[in-house]
């Protein structure tokens, strides 16, 4: 690195930095502790920043131009073929090591001035800049005001260069064949590693949606910065809450990004202007999972659906509310509209318990979901674990009134499991502790309650059979005494 900063006359010389990049990432032997050493000492200085954004986004050109020309030519020798993508793919490896070990933007933004690793400047670009401020400190004496108005500007103007710059090495890196681990790895850390510095985080929708599309737990991780897109820079996607309905299966609620999609999905359907047939939807293909997925996954699901029914009263009229006096009153009047065998024989032709909503439809649009009803919230009341069958009372309450209720927090279920549930469970105060108390002693092991219906005349028989045996048994010794007697008074005489 003195060769870098002292070989171009005192200035940074960005050929040799580029050659040590270069063979760093083409290296096939591991160097992690050589890009270790260069990122904790010199990749805290600004300039060499900009020259790693430079040069790395000239290795991914070449990488990118590599595997083009490789599809192209076919070559015959397959050992050879396989040589080359595993080389290809150990670059790549590497590049990412290189631009994540890189430190963002933000932790210089408190520093007044950007710290250089070369003493009189870089390229011409950052010459320029530096001999601007040389000049502006030359020439006559301005105010104090103004000096500071003319280092705002020049750290204004190098924060904008050095943004250009990671955009492109950025952007160029992420259109390579990354590998299935480095993919996953990129999603996760895109959206507050990359998109917050990027110059036009638009250049990403390509990217994202491509993610997006894959499915399963890609478009799980690719949902955080395609979100971020659509609400910060007005992305448009129309096909969003499509792909959105479409992740909704049992497997999810086992995925390991699954507290992060709990609350992007609550996000993304916090809008008022939400269409009702779509809410909808979400609420019933949630209410029918909930019956498919464990008790962790059903909290989660009640709190979605209260959220939803409170944000859209329009879709309350799915919930059933069965009232004992209201339907009192309604058989009432029933029995007396029924008056001829012909309204009887209408009624009776009627099939009760038709589901319109089809679950296998990945449309929300054409699922029928105004069409049906929230029968599952009324299985869950008889759910086996107590913290669901208590939550679902909840859903009890009139939700439309929003001054009486308030929004559930997603997050505080999105972590939940067994572990978790037993956990509450055993923690929780009970005010009456059922006991094993007896008002009077227990004649036998089970009551005649516990077998209604049921009679056991073999007892009885068993019973009559024993007292039998007992009385012979006391004849035949009364008899004995008697004969015993008598013999001793023979032998007395």
Same mark, same amino acid.
């Given at each position: 690195?003195?060769?870098?900063?002292?070989?171009?006359?005192?200035?940074?010389?960005?050929?040799?930095?580029?050659?040590?990049?270069?063979?760093?990432?083409?290296?096939?032997?591991?160097?992690?502790?050589?890009?270790?050493? !260069?990122?904790?000492?010199?990749?805290?200085?600004?300039?060499?920043?900009?020259?790693?954004? %430079?040069?790395?986004?000239?290795? &991914?050109?070449? !990488?990118?131009?590599?595997?083009?020309?490789?599809?192209?030519?076919?070559?015959?020798?397959?050992?050879?073929?396989?040589?080359?993508? &595993?080389?290809?793919?150990?670059?790549?490896?590497?590049?990412?090591?290189?631009?994540?070990?890189?430190?963002?933007? #933000? *932790? +210089?933004?408190?520093?007044?001035?950007?710290?250089?690793?070369?003493?009189?400047?870089?390229?011409?670009?950052?010459?320029?800049?530096?001999?601007?401020?040389?000049?502006?400190?030359?020439?006559?004496?301005?105010?104090?005001?103004?000096?500071? +108005?003319?280092?705002?500007?020049?750290?204004?103007?190098?924060?904008?260069?050095?943004?250009?710059?990671?955009?492109?090495?950025?952007?160029?890196?992420?259109?390579?064949?990354?590998?299935?681990?480095?993919?996953?790895?990129?999603?996760?850390?895109?959206?507050?590693?990359? %998109?917050?510095?990027?110059?036009?985080? %638009?250049?990403?929708?390509?990217?994202?949606?491509?993610?997006?599309?894959?499915?399963?737990?890609?478009?799980?991780?690719?949902?955080?910065?395609?979100?971020?897109?659509?609400?910060?820079?007005?992305?448009?996607?129309? +096909?969003?809450?499509?792909?959105?309905?479409? !992740?909704?299966?049992?497997?999810?609620?086992?995925?390991?990004?699954?507290?992060?999609?709990?609350?992007?999905?609550?996000?993304?359907?916090?809008?008022?202007?939400?269409?009702?047939?779509? @809410?909808?939807?979400?609420?019933?293909?949630?209410?029918?999972?909930?019956?498919?997925?464990? $008790?962790?996954?059903?909290?989660?699901?009640? @709190?979605?659906?209260?959220?939803?029914?409170?944000?859209?009263?329009?879709?309350?009229?799915?919930?059933?509310?069965?009232?004992?006096?209201?339907?009192?009153?309604? *058989?009432?009047?029933?029995?007396?509209?029924?008056?001829?065998?012909? =309204?009887? @024989?209408?009624?009776?032709?009627?099939?009760?318990?038709?589901?319109?909503?089809?679950?296998?439809?990945?449309?929300?649009?054409?699922?029928?979901?105004?069409?049906?009803?929230?029968?599952?919230? *009324?299985?869950?009341?008889?759910?086996?674990? $107590?913290?669901?069958?208590?939550?679902? !009372?909840?859903?009890?309450?009139?939700?439309?009134?929003?001054?009486?209720? =308030?929004?559930? +927090?997603?997050? *505080?279920? /999105?972590?939940?499991?067994?572990?978790?549930?037993?956990? #509450?469970?055993?923690?929780?105060?009970?005010?009456?502790?059922?006991?094993?108390?007896?008002?009077?002693?227990?004649?036998?092991?089970?009551?005649?309650?516990?077998?209604?219906?049921?009679?056991?005349?073999?007892?009885?028989?068993?019973?009559?059979?024993?007292?039998?045996?007992?009385?012979?048994? @006391? /004849?035949?010794?009364?008899?004995?005494?008697?004969?015993? &007697?008598?013999?001793?008074?023979?032998?007395?005489?």
């Amino acid at each position: 690195m003195e060769f870098v900063k002292l070989g171009n006359g005192g200035k940074f010389h960005s050929a040799i930095y580029h050659k040590l990049l270069h063979s760093i990432v083409h290296s096939t032997e591991s160097v992690g502790s050589v890009t270790d050493f !260069l990122a904790s000492k010199y990749f805290k200085y600004i300039d060499v920043r900009y020259f790693t954004y %430079i040069s790395m986004e000239k290795l &991914a050109r070449s !990488l990118e131009g590599k595997g083009i020309s490789d599809d192209k030519t076919g070559s015959a020798d397959e050992n050879s073929e396989s040589h080359s993508r &595993a080389s290809i793919e150990l670059s790549l490896r590497k590049s990412y090591y290189i631009l994540s070990k890189i430190p963002s933007m #933000e *932790d +210089n933004n408190e520093k007044s001035e950007h710290e250089m690793w070369s003493g009189s400047g870089s390229s011409s670009e950052e010459g320029n800049l530096k001999e601007a401020s040389k000049k502006s400190k030359t020439k006559v004496k301005m105010p104090k005001a103004e000096k500071s +108005n003319n280092n705002a500007l020049s750290a204004a103007i190098i924060s904008k260069k050095m943004k250009s710059k990671f955009t492109k090495a950025w952007i160029t890196f992420l259109r390579l064949p990354l590998p299935v681990d480095i993919y996953k790895e990129v999603l996760v850390t895109l959206h507050r590693a990359v %998109i917050p510095f990027l110059s036009n985080p %638009i250049m990403l929708c390509d990217f994202l949606t491509r993610s997006y599309d894959i499915g399963g737990v890609v478009s799980v991780m690719a949902l955080s910065s395609l979100f971020i897109l659509m609400t910060q820079h007005g992305l448009e996607y129309p +096909n969003f809450y499509e792909k959105l309905y479409a !992740l909704l299966v049992p497997s999810i609620f086992m995925a390991k990004h699954r507290a992060k999609f709990f609350e992007l999905l609550d996000s993304c359907l916090r809008s008022p202007l939400l269409p009702a047939y779509l @809410a909808a939807a979400f609420v019933k293909k949630l209410s029918r999972l909930s019956i498919l997925v464990p $008790p962790s996954g059903a909290l989660v699901i009640m @709190a979605l659906i209260h959220n939803l029914l409170r944000r859209h009263p329009s879709i309350n009229c799915l919930l059933h509310r069965e009232d004992g006096n209201e339907t009192h009153n309604d *058989d009432s009047k029933a029995e007396k509209e029924i008056v001829d065998a012909a =309204t009887v @024989a209408n009624i009776s032709s009627i099939k009760p318990g038709i589901d319109h909503f089809d679950d296998e439809e990945s449309n929300p649009v054409k699922s029928n979901a105004m069409r049906s009803s929230l029968w599952e919230i *009324d299985t869950l009341r008889h759910h086996y674990c $107590p913290p669901v069958s208590r939550f679902v !009372l909840s859903l009890e309450n009139d939700l439309t009134v929003r001054a009486k209720t =308030t929004e559930i +927090n997603v997050k *505080d279920f /999105c972590s939940g499991s067994y572990a978790t549930i037993f956990g #509450e469970e055993i923690r929780r105060r009970v005010k009456q502790v059922p006991l094993a108390f007896y008002k009077t002693t227990p004649t036998s092991l089970f009551s005649d309650s516990d077998f209604a219906g049921w009679t056991f005349i073999c007892d009885k028989t068993e019973e009559n059979s024993n007292g039998n045996k007992e009385k012979n048994f @006391a /004849c035949l010794s009364e008899e004995n005494g008697h004969i015993s &007697a008598k013999r001793q008074r023979i032998e007395c005489s």
